[in-house]
């Protein structure tokens, strides 16, 4: 097992100090350490927990993972991993700071209350309030992050060179080679359709209402975000916001929340998301913990040919005037913050390609590109949701490149085939760096396999 330790994904780390939504008191199993690192413990009953954890997320994914000898084994050498990266750390002063673990503490809580549907009832489920949760497994989020950092650095060190990514690719038989489908790179401009005049007041009203009644009647913060506000991340939550930069908020909510005293309640703040109440729980040098609710204004009294006809402007400047260029429109007027700093250029957000799969394309925009028949082709204004405002917005589109289906070669595909051949250099060097670790660093098992295995599998 020892030559796998590094294989296993992150995710099983992550699993030591996984929220189980459906986890019941059990009867502890019989217990004993199984292994030594140093001078850390790793008790069997943990690595059974794990197993158990495992197996139920994987079935309420509608995955069949069965117990074996050798799952039950990845988690031990992955708790082992874990406390070799924590003595890593140690060695190299490798901190996380408080903030960071509340951050990570705070979007892993939000997360469970969604799933729950509410904090009391993740209350219930555990038998304890949030903040005892907190308290329990912060020291279990940080060590976490610690290993991740350690290996994030050590990764970021590994890079690659075309010599290398050709080698890679030389040695796939030709007969393995993978066919790659119809690909396209896009660009777009977005343009937001702004409320009418009486809708964007009534919402602005609403929120003003609600300020009273916090700021005249003393109802907290709290009570009326869970009951009216519009954003569905922090809604359940009391409205709360972790610990965040000035600079990670929209300018408007920071200015805001930031000439507050702590305890203080802004007054009705209009964002590109609406119109906001901000409470500031507290200030830590430039970052800030807030609540707030969010009144936006109704999806359907917006001002639709507006931004029709802007984006329609736009595009006949660009298809009638040479020297009128899309990228320097989109960083100019595009209202979409994820793709205007590139000039509209769109990237997969998983790979960070530019290239994108026809047949993995959103459907609203599937659509738009089986109708462009060459490449510089500019689409006509079509509707579509705005992601990352969760609302209704207009965009032209441009076709930059498309290339058909083809047998995977360096020529067109180097970006990917560099990618992939990185990935597996990073895990070859970080398998032997690992390896090397451990053989610095005191490892003692107190077992040659698993005790009472058939009591596990009983109890999952």
Known sequence: MKNKLFLLPLLLITLFIQLDLTAQEKPILADRIVAHVNDNIILKSDIDQSVADYMRQARVSDQNVEFSEELWFSFLESAINNYVMLEKAEIDSITVSDDEVSLQMDQRIRQLVAQAGSERALEQAFGKSLIQLRADFKEDF???MIAQRVQQQKIQSISITRPEVEEFFNAIPTDSLPTIPEQVALSQIVIVPPAKDDAKQAAFNFAQQLRDSIVVHGVPIEELARRHSDDRGSAANGGALPLMGLDELVSEYSAAASALQPGGISKVVETQFGFHIIKLKRRVGD?????????????????????????????????????????????????????????????????????????????????????????????EPRSFTLQSQNSKAYRIVKLDQQIPEHIANLEQDYDRIKSIALQ?????????????????????????????????????
């Open 142 to 144: 940080r060590e976490q």
């Open 287 to 379: 970052r800030i913990e807030t609540n707030h609710i969010l009144i936006s204004v109704d999806n359907e009294q917006l001002d639709e040919e507006y931004a029709i006809k802007r984006l329609n402007t736009l595009r006949d400047s660009i298809m009638t005037n040479k020297d009128v260029k899309f990228a320097a429109v989109a960083r100019k007027f595009s209202e979409d913050p994820n793709t205007k700093p590139y000039g509209g250029k769109i990237f997969d957000p998983q790979s960070g390609e530019r290239l994108l799969p026809l047949n993995r394309l959103d459907p609203a925009m599937y659509r738009i590109v089986l109708l462009m028949d060459e490449e510089g082709s500019i689409s």
């Open 424 to 460: 597996q250099k990073q895990n070859r060097v970080m398998q032997q760096w690992i390896e090397k670790l451990r053989d610095e660093i005191y490892i003692e098992y107190k077992i040659e396999r698993p005790d009472n295995t058939m009591d596990l599998e009983n109890t999952l």
